[in-house]
């Protein structure tokens, strides 16, 4: 696939993380899975990293300085929309584990890419 492709799926993947976020508390079932809400935030965003550096016209290390903080960006976005849906928080922590899921995604990314 190339960049534009990535492109059209991180735009698709940022609107599913959006509409996720937006659902009441009162609508999410409790679930044993919700106990580990970092690991789902670093995963989540992990994807969002390879999807937002295999959008990139060229994969360098200089596009980690756009993806992480574009990333970061938008997981402290995400929690303050959070905050006004009912029986949701928002939280330092979540972002935090957002910005590392997306630097490790990225990375990964820039560790395989093809010379």
Sequence with gaps: MNHKTFRILLVAYMIVILSVS???GQSIPKTWLLTWDKLIHLVEYFIFGILAMKSMNTISSKMLLVVIPFGMAFGIADEYL???ISGRYSSGWDVLADTIGVAI??????????E
């Design 82 to 84: 959070q905050s006004f």
């Design 22 to 24: 937006s659902l009441p």
């Design 105 to 114: 995604g990225a990375l990964l990314v820039l560790g395989n890419r093809d």
